[in-house]
């Protein structure tokens, strides 16, 4: 039983239209995250969250808001999708601190034509 | 710059041979994971280890942290090892953020 999971999995958008990548996690733990990976680039962060109703800037976070209603919800949202957002996007889940590990979701890959 | 550079960039093994596979940081972590991304895409955390050395099965790591470096060594390389192996560090205090390097790449033949 995965413990973060993504829907969908696979998505195909249109520029200017509305995307919406929600994760779940069972973990309890307090941190999610969204990455993208890129070639070239390896992962990034976008944003994250350090609990419900909480949502910060990661390294990259221009044309994309997130959402954290829950404990367990993390949702990212692309108002505008363009064509440079097309990408893998992974959810994660984490505590903060020295031994504490983050778990990924198995990804979405996201086409915006 | 990069904060967080891995090398070899890509290695080929035969089976049976071990890897030592090196990750190295720019800026103090408090933590250090290291990821195995399969060649579907999924990522599993393998370890994690902000200092010191730990084991996991035929996973040794060991991180210096005033050297700011860490390598894996994985012994007797199986075929399914094969893929692509990511260190994350988290820069700073206990932000909970981590930042990737670009991995190493493995193929192990059998």
């Known amino acids: 039983e995965a413990a973060v999971t993504q829907s969908p999995r696979n998505k195909v958008a249109v520029t200017g239209g509305k995307v919406t990548l929600s994760c779940n996690q069972t973990?309890?733990?307090?941190?999610m995250y969204w990455y993208r990976q890129d070639t070239g680039h390896g992962l990034r962060l976008i944003h994250y969250?350090?609990?419900?109703?909480?949502?910060e800037k990661g390294d990259i976070p221009d044309g994309y808001k997130a959402s954290r209603p829950s404990q367990e919800n993390f949702s990212l949202i692309l108002e505008l999708a363009t064509p440079s957002q097309t990408s893998v996007y992974f959810c994660?889940?984490?505590?903060?601190?020295?031994?504490?590990?983050?778990?990924f979701g198995p990804g979405t890959r996201l086409t915006v034509l | 710059g990069q904060q967080v550079q891995q090398s070899p960039s890509s290695l080929v093994l035969q089976e049976g041979e071990n890897a030592e596979l090196q990750c190295n940081f720019s800026?103090?972590?408090?933590?250090l994971q290291w990821f195995y991304q399969s060649p579907g895409g999924s990522l599993v955390s393998l370890l994690s280890?902000?200092?010191g050395t730990k084991h996991t099965g035929r996973l040794t790591s060991t991180t210096v942290t005033k050297e700011r470096r860490s390598s894996l060594h994985i012994s007797s390389s199986q075929t399914t090892d094969s893929g692509t192996y990511l260190c994350?560090?988290?820069?700073?205090?206990?932000?909970?953020?981590?930042?990737f390097g670009h991995g190493t790449i493995l193929r192990v033949h059998p």
């Open positions: 994350a560090i988290e820069p700073g205090a206990n932000t909970g953020k981590l930042t």
């Open positions: 973990n309890n733990h307090n941190n």
């Open positions: 800026s103090t972590a408090t933590q």
């Open positions: 994660a889940s984490g505590e903060t601190g020295g031994s504490y590990e983050q778990y």
């Open positions: 969250s350090y609990g419900a109703g909480s949502t």
């Open positions: 280890n902000p200092s």
